[in-house]
């Protein structure tokens, strides 16, 4: 089974950017879509990026689209997340997961294997 690891995380300025890496140990990390998703104090856990197995297709949650990007390198295992012009309401545990199914979801219940999670602090 494929397990994931985050990395990156920080405490940054209102309208900073941090970029979270996240490392997958398999031999097959190309047949693996990637999601990221956020954990706020005391609310669910949230959809924030997803990108296909191929990198050739990618979508966001409303709220961060136009200032995340999520990006993958396959022949290093790994998958980005940019996040630029961050807001407080950004602040929230980072979580990296990957999926094995073909379709590209936002669904948490399809992500077979997660990270730890890296904190990302955003001071206004």
């Known amino acids: 089974q494929v397990h994931v690891e985050e990395f990156g995380g920080g405490l940054v300025q209102a309208g900073g950017s941090l970029r979270l890496s996240c490392a997958a140990s398999t031999n097959f990390f190309g047949t693996y879509n990637m999601g990221w998703f956020r954990q706020a104090p005391e609310k669910e856990r949230e959809f924030v990026a997803a990108?296909?197995?191929?990198?050739?297709?990618?979508f966001y949650a409303d709220s961060v689209k136009g200032r995340f990007t999520i990006s993958r390198d396959n022949a290093k295992n790994t998958v980005y997340l940019q996040m630029n012009s961050l807001k407080p309401e950004d602040t929230a545990v980072y979580y990296c997961?990957?999926?094995?199914?073909?379709?590209?979801?936002?669904?948490?219940?399809?992500?077979?294997?997660w990270g730890q999670g890296t904190q990302v602090t955003v001071a206004s």
């Open positions: 990108i296909r197995w191929s990198g050739d297709d990618t």
């Open positions: 997961a990957a999926d094995e199914s073909i379709v590209l979801t936002r669904e948490m219940s399809e992500y077979d294997a």
